[in-house]
């Protein structure tokens, strides 16, 4: 089974700081799909995604900007993102992992 796991899994509030899945992905992980599956390696490795990190550049995944109704991001505890512009969209997960949380 492919998987994103770099054996450096910790979880920061929500999200695993070794492979940027949130628990309930870690959790469902098995029982996903392959399709589910390759597209959320897809999204973690950045091939797919909606827009770019504002904060970083790089690529990154908004479930919302999809055309879903929740985000993975709303698992995670809620991070201080006030020194941050909200207008310029959502983080990466890296990006989301690293801001303090609230
Ligand atoms: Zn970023």
Redesign the pocket.
């Known amino acids: 089974m492919p998987t994103p796991c770099r054996a450096a899994c910790k979880n920061e509030a929500g999200i695993c700081s070794g492979c940027h899945r949130t628990m309930e992905e870690l959790a469902e992980w098995r029982q996903m799909d392959e399709d589910k599956r390759a597209s959320k390696m897809e999204q973690l490795t950045g091939t797919l995604s909606t827009h770019c990190?504002?904060?970083?550049?790089?690529s990154?995944f908004c479930d919302i900007s999809a055309g879903k109704d929740t985000c993975w991001c709303f698992e995670l505890e809620k991070r201080d993102a006030s020194s941050l512009d909200k207008t310029a969209g959502c983080?990466?997960?890296?990006?989301?992992a690293a801001l303090p949380v609230e």
Do not use: D
């Not at 990190?53 to 790089?58: K, V």
């Open positions: 990190c504002p904060n970083c550049g790089e990154a983080l990466c997960r890296k990006c989301l």
